[in-house]
């Protein structure tokens, strides 16, 4: 059956849905977006998603076409319509249609889109028990990395890349010192430290990363917000990612050498199972 989506006001057909042609995201990546999972029907972290939201539109000067009410009922409207129990909700807004000229329209009409993906087994990835592999590519992104833009080509190569190396995802590197993942935070572990990269225009402020730093310092782990290289990575006792959509995935390989014993460490399998539970307990 085709997926209810969420179109400018109008639940439709994903058959049925439409934007313009002059769309200023399709013709200027000018949007953002965030993407919410759902776990036995209910929303992860909804509020901290809606936050990031405002805050990449006001960034960007961009209007909000709708409250953060109106935002979690059409959330809510989605999961029941597609019956969603273990899946994700993306969602989409752009600066909206207008002929195409790079300076802004005057008063545009912001396009908002949401749909689902269904996700049977998303927190039982069988990856989070075997690790997965990166490789490191050159950072080659815009500066502001810390809004949530629609400006995917160079994560989605950064992706490819990694797949052409037999890897899962690739971590990005800027002047010797990995800024993050094409699609999620990147984080090393020594001893009982967990190192993450500082927030800065160089991340994005990773909703998931908020949650299992805070989590890890109620857990008596010690974190540092700093950058570190490829080289502490490739000689840490364990590393892993966080994102939506994985939540904390184990790394145990970079660039074909192991990390720590080349399997998930029990730091990362701990800040996973606590995450899991604490947000399945908060989730709307």
């Known amino acids: 059956m085709a997926r209810t989506v969420y179109v400018n006001g109008e639940y439709l057909p994903e058959t049925e849905a439409k934007v313009s042609i002059f769309d200023r995201g399709f013709l200027f990546a000018d949007g953002v977006y965030e993407v919410t999972s759902v776990l036995d029907g209910k ?49 989409q807004i752009t600066r909206g249609a207008a002929d195409r000229d790079f300076a802004f329209p ?18 039982q990835n069988p990856m989070a028990k075997t690790g997965m592999k990166v490789i490191s590519i050159e950072d080659q992104r815009w500066g502001r990395r ?23 995802d690739a971590w990005m590197v800027e002047d010797g010192h990995v800024t993050e993942g094409t699609s999620n935070n990147a ?40 950058p570190f290289t490829v080289d502490e990575a490739k000689a840490a006792d364990e590393a892993f990612i966080t994102s939506a959509s994985s939540f904390v995935m184990p790394v145990v390989e970079m660039d074909g050498a192991p990390i720590g014993t080349g399997k998930p460490g029990h730091v990362t399998a701990r800040l996973r199972e606590i995450y899991l539970d604490e947000m ?3 989730a709307i």
């Open 106 to 123: 005057k008063d545009p009409v912001p396009t908002i889109v949401l749909f689902t993906q269904a996700k049977p087994g998303l927190a």
């Open 187 to 226: 984080y090393i572990v020594k001893g009982n430290t967990i190192i993450t990269r500082h927030l800065g225009t160089e991340i994005l402020h990773g909703i998931t990363r908020v949650a299992v730093l805070r989590f890890a310092r109620e857990a008596q782990m010690t974190v540092e917000e700093r």
């Open 43 to 91: 929303l992860i972290d909804f509020a901290g998603h809606a936050k990031r939201l405002q805050r990449s539109l006001d960034e960007l000067q961009m209007a909000n076409p709708v409250t953060e009410d109106e935002l979690l009922g059409i959330h809510r409207e989605l999961v029941r319509l597609n019956d969603i129990d273990e899946g994700l909700i993306y969602l």
């Open 280 to 282: 399945r307990r908060a």
């Open 146 to 168: 810390d809004i949530k833009t629609v400006q995917l080509l160079y994560p989605s190569l950064g992706k490819m890349m990694a797949k052409a190396a037999g890897a899962d």
